[in-house]
């Protein structure tokens, strides 16, 4: 006779005797339901969570079917939410269980709870008392047959996050601040590389916080856990980590003085990072801050090197202008050359780069000052992301032909080796390079490989700016048009309430770009209007470029005197730019709007100085287009 008995492991605990004593008794341990059965119980339990719900009860449960059951129903309660919470009745189980362990085993798995999910012997016995030592093997031998804890390869870790979390509940505030706090102290005899701050630090914030919910505030000891924390997301800076940048100094700027010289040097760098992860708004209040409270505490350098920071996302919003900003950065250099600061250094020339290229078209002084904010960078163990990004684009829009801007562009890449963001914003202009010279499926591959990196970097701005922009101009110079529309329509609409209205222009005039091209005028019309109206007069890449596909809208729907003069506004506006293709494009677009004048000969005319420029760049697309419609104005010419 086969008896099979269902039970929880309570059951052992509570009747130890239940398989003593019976020779042929064994007891069977269940393993974990694997996620993909975690979502058949969840389908068979009923309940239709939402999706995000859904996915955090399978990643909280980790396989256990109470777990999956209890959460499920808090999730219908309303109760599930983002934070990881215990249901009552888990913590009602897990409370009765931790009622019955002996005060050894209590203690044990208080301290296993300080260290983490995952623990060593030798920990546990650092943050015991010295007479407990002794007996810690035999207490964890006890709570793994009892279920708590289960054997790890470099140790022992909780059997789930949520037994974790209970014993965390279960214990009281002081007993938590000490172990936290001589757990950090271990850290940080054992480690003097910083490799791990982050961990100090945490264990060092958590010790403060639950000393100020006493209502001990211990000002020394939040600021040590700022330092750590501080020096964490510094590293995690260095290499491009955005999303860890803004959480560790984020963390650190609450812990620290508020006037202190390091965290107004924080509050800039994570200003920086909030611009990167496009949260533009928090950028703009943490370096209002700094900005504010740099000035208070009498430091013109952090100042100015908060106002630098903060200069570019003005710009774009239409707050500043293209000479007030060279002017402050010209300040800003000379005040961080004296004090020999080549973080702020670069900085602040990487900003005279994004003004000189993207807003004036001027890309030899926008690759001079790109290449000086380089050697800066290169002195301070950041990613030259920024540097490159200016190098790779000024190798696109600037006069260096188009062979020789792809040999440059792959130079780049190879002394991006160790830096993701570098490399993604290098690839985004070889991308264009390379669909300059109809290499299309080439062009596409860096495209989707940017994108990659981008997304998995965190760089939502990115993606919604330059890479929607490179992207789409990929699929406009391959007559892809509809494609191109799908993507800046994307990035158009997920930024249509930004205040970053340089952005919004380019992408509405790009956008219109893509409707002409399919003949959709009224449309091409509408959004050029919209592009007009976010453009401001000192950025003369979106000034020309609405102009451009105005002109031809205008001319397409019976307007031909108004088309000619925006036309020849934009040939105006580019007139001293060496953006080469960017001259023959606005060039191209003239030609197209006196032909439909009939004015051939003046029409051939702008075709032919396009067609100069376009082939100086080695621009196989452009030129293309260029000798086609010259092609055509002299045919009708000689007729």
Known sequence: MLVLCLAREDLVEERPAFLEGRANAEQLVLDSLSPAETEALLDQLGGAPLPEERARIVETAEGNPLFVEQLLALAAEGGLGPERLLPPTIRALMASRLDRLGPGERAVLERGAVVGREFRESELVALLDPGAAATVGRHLQTLIRRGFVSSARDGFRFRHVLVQEAVSRATTKELRAQPHERFAARIERGADDGELDELAGYHLEQAYRLRVELGRVDQHLAQRAGARLGAAGMRAWKRADAPATVNLLGRAADLLPER????????????????????????????????????????????????????????????????????????????????RDDRALARAWLLVAAVNGPLKCQWAACEEAAERALEHTLHTGFSPKGCFSMLAAAAYFGPRPGPAAIALCEELLVAAADSLGARADVLLWLGCLEAAQRRFDSAREQMHRAREIFEALGYRAGLLTDWALAAAEVELLADRAAAAERILREAYEALEESTETAWLSMLAATLAEALYA????????????????????????????????????????????????????????????????????????????????????????????????????????GAERARALLAQLKAEIRV
Not at 305 to 319: D, F, K, Q, S
Request: with cysteine.
């Open 260 to 339: 202190d010289e390091d965290r107004l040097g924080l509050l800039c760098e994570l200003g920086a990072a909030f611009k990167s992860t496009g949260e533009d708004a928090r950028a703009g209040e943490v370096l209002d801050t700094a900005i504010e409270l740099a000035r208070a505490a009498g430091s013109p350098r952090l100042e100015l090197r908060a106002r630098i920071e903060h200069a570019w996302p003005r710009l774009l919003r239409g707050e500043a202008d293209a000479a007030e900003t060279l002017a402050l950065a010209e300040q800003a250099v000379a005040v961080f050359e004296a004090e």
């Open 518 to 621: 399919q003949q959709r005028y009224g449309e091409a019309l509408r959004l050029s209007q919209t592009a007009a109206t976010y453009s401001r007069p000192d950025d003369r890449a979106s000034e020309s470029s609405w102009r451009m596909v105005r002109a031809r809208a205008l001319a397409k729907n019976g307007a031909v005197a108004d088309g000619e003069r925006l036309a020849r506004e934009a040939v105006g506006l580019l007139e001293e730019s060496d953006g080469l293709s960017l001259r023959g494009k606005a060039l191209l677009s003239l030609a197209e709007v006196l032909s439909s004048r009939g004015r051939d000969r003046d029409a051939a005319a702008a075709a032919e100085q396009s067609l100069e420029l376009l082939e100086a760049k080695s621009d196989v697309a």
